[in-house]
């Protein structure tokens, strides 16, 4: 004979299988599953064009185990007198003993970078930004906490930014400083 416990096992697990019959065929219809009825968007493959066989060309190289005939001068261009101001001033003036880039403690180059102007706007600092962009400086901005910063640079070498410096003050009256630069 069967104990009371037991009934009540059977007709738990009778419940269990008779809702499992109803209930798992409405969750498991498929019809959350929508990706099966995409289409497909995906062309058909080109054709392959028609391989060409190319002859190579192979020229002679010219013979180098006899010198150069010594008759034959080289041809060097020399800028003339009229031209040599123009060139010297279109030479950066660098110092190279006493602007030599330097490592710091970790071993990474110094970097140094102009910092034109401040602004609470951001709008301002992008007018400046595509203005002096336009004339063909390397322009980044920064932000920080209620402030927008416009930088120039960044440069090794702190002549050229101190060039830099006076050229736009010159040019946009904006005074700047510069920094220490830092990817941060």
Do not use: C
Not at 12 to 20: L, T
Not at 37 to 54: G, S
Not at 151 to 173: A, H, I, N, T, W
């Amino acid at each position: 004979m069967m104990t009371e416990q037991q009934k009540k096992r059977l007709v738990g697990a009778a419940a269990v299988i008779v809702s499992a019959v109803i209930l798992l065929p409405l969750l498991l219809d498929g019809s959350g599953y929508r990706e099966r009825h995409l289409q497909d968007r995906i062309p058909p493959a080109p054709e392959m064009p028609a391989l060409v066989d190319i002859e190579p060309s192979q020229r002679a190289l010219p013979d180098t185990a006899a010198p150069a005939d010594p008759a034959a001068p080289a041809v060097v261009k020399v800028p003339s007198p009229a031209l040599r101001p123009a060139i010297a001033q279109s030479q950066p003036s660098i110092d190279a003993t006493n602007d030599t880039p330097v490592l710091d403690e970790q071993q990474v180059p110094v970097a140094w970078t102009l910092q034109l102007a401040s602004f609470r706007d951001e709008a301002n600092a992008r007018s400046l930004r595509k203005e002096l962009v336009e004339a063909g400086y390397k322009v980044y901005i920064r932000h920080s906490p209620g402030m927008v910063r416009v930088f120039v640079g960044p440069d090794l070498q702190r002549s050229r930014l101190e060039q830099l410096q006076m050229r736009l003050k010159r040019d946009y009256s904006l005074e700047g400083m510069i920094v220490r630069f830092t990817t941060q």
